[in-house]
């Protein structure tokens, strides 16, 4: 391999005319050496080969991939890109590449609000109110902590957007979130009553850190922790025009190969920053020491929120505490569009991790913790079975036209939504919400695997070998489908009218086709709707889960309130 510091042998002459030559080749060598080839001292040549081995799948030009860094006492001691940034143009991902990390930037929008807090211009006690008076008094208080916390009852954003008809790849702005946020009349549940994951509390902070500062969200970011932090590459992104050089596009697998997905969000607070691994170590070194903040600050920040009831959450403000193989691990993940990230420290052997990919089936925490693993087996409990490198093991079997007839139906799940699997093509293939819609691998007879989540399906069989239930296995959640049949069109029509719901400003019709009831919006298409139980129904969109059907006095239909993962009991009434 050719040392960094010297020219090749070609350059090596005496006449003039090649010394420049000679200097400005050396130089583009220097520039082409891979980055961990700097960065590595700390590591043996077995530790590299494995960490890389990770993310070899994603190492090559034609495909997205990820960057990494690595980090002890804030000084990186491997950083690595992996992968094209840019498919159309086969740009390589480098620890220097920009992207967008979703909810990895919601702690950063906490430390805004407890940095201004610090300033004695707000206090976590305050009410929204006080700070966003058009935010509806819905009766019980919500502070500025049940938003950080995830325990404020307010309805997720995204489910609400797309309920009313948005689509993710919209341009959504923050005042657009902010009108739907103002029209709503219920809450999810009493907060502080419990924890649910909701990304308006966060657009919400941010706008809050903006009217009380007086500047942007971004430029109070970008003056009060990026600039003395050195994160020059980071900013928060609420222009959706804005240019950023050397950033990575976002994409999810197909069939064929890859398709890219848009992102053209407008807002932020909940998401949108923009950054790079190098960045993010410098930050996860700042939540050790509090150059940036002090002690009292961090200490704050890293509480667990508690309940109502004295019940402790996994939630900080901002930061998730887990736990891997033993190991005590603070961080936060990020998934928008292709974007996976994570972020995160082992504090007790001071590691700090930032993985940063721009596909949509990668597991950035997943691969975060393999790589924890390489540096600290020697400290860590047992790993537990690898479910998926059993499943790679195995073979592919085909399946007989009459097996997938017996497997093929409509499973409703025990989180309350609903999946099917149809054949196609002589394949089966996996339909529902948040579910990219691909082609199941049989293992056997009662086994399917799906790659783009990395779940497998076991399926219990009745004497008919006719299934009749699921265990659904993937990376952090465990689910079981009971095979439902479907309703009689008879008995579906008593359901066929016109909706509509005075929060979201927006109306559902609901017929009767070859396929099925369905629910028809005018920017989406039809949401597919069984039956589930008395006057129940499920769609199979992940904005559009279990509807609950109300009757007036007389017995008839007069609205139905729908429930999602993150949305609740929200009114839909007939007209």
């Not at 999810?252 to 890219?260: L, P, R």
Request: glycine content about 10%; aromatic content about 8%.
């Amino acid at each position: 391999m050719l040392n960094r510091l010297d020219p090749p042998t070609f350059c090596r002459n005496s006449e003039l005319r090649f010394v420049v030559a000679c200097l400005v080749l050396a130089a583009a060598i220097a520039l082409a050496v891979p980055e961990q080839e700097l960065t590595a001292q700390e590591l043996t040549l077995a530790e590299r080969e494995r960490i890389d081995e990770i993310f070899a799948r994603w190492n090559r030009v034609d495909s997205p991939g990820a960057a990494l860094a690595v980090a002890r006492g804030g000084e990186i001691f491997y950083k690595r890109g992996y992968g094209s940034a840019n498919l159309e143009y086969g740009v390589p991902i480098t620890p220097q590449t920009v992207f967008h990390v979703a909810s990895v930037s919601k702690q950063f929008t906490t430390f805004a609000t407890l940095l201004l807090e610090q300033d004695g211009k707000l206090s976590l006690d305050d009410t929204i109110q006080q700070h966003i008076p058009e935010v509806p008094d819905l009766g019980p208080k919500i502070t500025l902590g049940h938003l950080g916390y995830h325990q404020s009852g307010m309805r997720d954003q995204w489910e609400l957007l797309a309920m009313s008809g948005w689509r993710l790849d919209d341009v959504i702005t923050t005042d657009q979130i902010l009108r739907v946020l103002s029209r709503q009349r219920e809450l999810n549940f009493q907060p502080g009553a419990e924890t649910l994951y909701s990304n308006s509390g966060f657009t919400l902070l941010g706008q809050v850190v903006a009217r009380t500062s007086g500047q942007s969200f971004p430029e109070f970011a970008a003056k009060r922790i990026f600039e003395p932090l050195s994160m020059s590459r980071t900013h928060f992104h609420d222009d959706h025009q804005r240019i950023v050089p050397g950033r990575a596009y976002s994409y999810a697998e197909t069939a064929d190969g890859y398709q890219k997905l848009v992102l053209s969000y407008a807002n932020a607070g909940a998401t949108s920053l923009f950054t790079t691994v190098e960045d993010l170590v410098r930050w996860l070194h700042n939540l050790d020491t509090g150059t940036v903040g002090g002690s009292e600050l961090l200490e704050t920040m890293h509480q667990k929120g508690v309940h109502n009831d004295g019940e402790e959450s996994a939630f900080a403000l901002g930061l998730i505490h887990s736990q891997y193989r033993g190991l005590a691990v603070v961080g936060h993940s990020g998934g928008d569009a292709g974007f996976r990230s994570w972020a995160g420290r082992i504090p007790e052997h001071d590691l700090a991790i930032a993985v940063l990919s721009n596909v949509a089936s990668f597991d950035a925490s997943g691969r975060a913790m393999d790589v924890a693993a390489v540096l600290l087996e020697e400290h860590m409990e047992p790993a537990p079975d690898d479910g998926e490198k059993e499943q790679e093991s195995e073979s592919e079997i085909e399946l007989t036209a009459g097996q997938r007839t017996n497997l093929a139906g409509i499973y409703q799940l025990d989180i309350g939504l609903v999946i099917e699997l149809v054949e196609e093509n002589g394949e089966l293939v996996v339909v529902g919400p948040g579910v990219p819609r691909s082609a199941l691998v049989a293992r056997s007879p009662s086994r399917l695997f799906l790659a783009a989540t990395s779940a497998t399906l076991d399926f219990e069989l009745d004497d008919d070998e006719r299934a009749s239930s699921v265990d659904i296995d993937m990376p952090g959640q465990r689910m079981r489908g009971q095979r439902i049949e479907p309703e009689s069109p008879e008995k579906l029509r008593q359901y066929v009218g016109s909706y509509w719901s005075d929060e979201l400003m927006t109306g559902y019709e609901l017929e009767l086709t070859g396929e099925g009831l369905v629910a028809r919006h005018q920017r989406h298409d039809p949401v597919k709707l069984a039956s589930v139980g008395e006057d129940e129904l499920a769609g199979d969109q992940w904005w559009f889960g279990r509807l609950e059907f109300q009757r007036g006095e007389a017995g008839e239909i007069s609205g139905f309130r729908v429930t999602g993962g993150r949305v609740r009991h929200l009114l839909f009434v007939r007209r």
